[in-house]
């Protein structure tokens, strides 16, 4: 079974400081991992995603994110945080080999203080 | 990206009624659909899972029998909230997915449904 643990509800981070969200996996197989972010009321837009390759993925917005199978981690970056990046952002997984559904984590508050 | 679009965007009926949400897929042909529903603040659950042609399979604790999904086409999946209640208001999102296995899932812009 597939599942995504996002383990903090908020994080509030300055604007200007670089701000981390984190992700973990669970798959059977290997993972297909993306980073969504949704603003109130407004369905999903896409940021980034591993398929396979390099470990550091580039996204949209300035976010990045690296793979780390030890950890079984995929955490989202970024270097200076703007106030507009406030909003829910979340994780997801599937495995790429089985065909299923991407499976979502709880989400993750961003805020960021000016 | 592919887009996908949902129609409408946000619908109010009252109790005892139903609901039918489109979702469709604008230029490409999706083989899977999936509908999703999402509380306010919360997680994405994925409710089903549908191929073109077939019948849809649901996720364990959703009632087929009130939430009608219907595949006829490859561009095409509709969602039917049958007698509706309040505690079926909710945000739901469609996602379509073309063929091959490592093929992207594609969302939609969502659809809110508040039932009184």
């Known amino acids: 079974a597939q599942s995504v643990a996002q383990p903090e509800d908020q994080v509030n981070v300055a604007e200007g400081n670089p701000l981390t969200v984190k992700c973990t996996y669970s798959?059977?197989?290997?993972?297909?991992l993306f980073w969504y972010v949704q603003y109130p009321n407004r369905g999903l837009q896409f940021l980034l995603k591993y398929i396979t390759g390099d470990n550091l993925v580039k996204g949209s917005y300035g976010f990045e994110a690296e793979f780390n199978k030890s950890q079984t981690s995929f955490h989202l970056k970024k270097p200076s945080a703007l106030v507009s990046d406030s909003a829910l952002y979340f994780c997801a997984v599937r495995d790429y080999q089985a065909g299923t559904a991407l499976i979502f984590g709880k989400g993750t508050t961003l805020s960021v203080s000016s | 990206g592919a887009v996908v679009s949902q129609h409408p965007s946000w619908v109010i009926c009252k109790s005892g009624t139903s609901v039918k949400i489109e979702c469709r897929s604008l230029?490409?042909?999706?083989?899977?659909m999936f509908w999703y529903r999402q509380f306010p603040k919360q997680s994405l659950m994925l409710m089903a899972t549908?191929?073109?042609?077939?019948?849809?399979?649901?996720e364990q604790g959703v009632e087929k029998d009130k939430f009608l999904i219907n595949h006829a086409s490859l561009t095409l999946s509709t969602l039917t909230v049958t007698s509706a209640h309040p505690e079926d208001s909710s945000f739901y999102i469609c996602?379509?997915?073309?063929?091959?296995?490592?093929?992207?899932?594609?969302f939609g812009p969502g659809t809110r449904l508040t039932v009184l």
């Open positions: 549908s191929n073109e042609g077939s019948k849809a399979t649901y």
């Open positions: 798959v059977s197989g290997n993972p297909y």
């Open positions: 230029d490409f042909q999706a083989t899977t």
């Open positions: 996602s379509a997915r073309g063929g091959g296995a490592y093929n992207e899932q594609f």
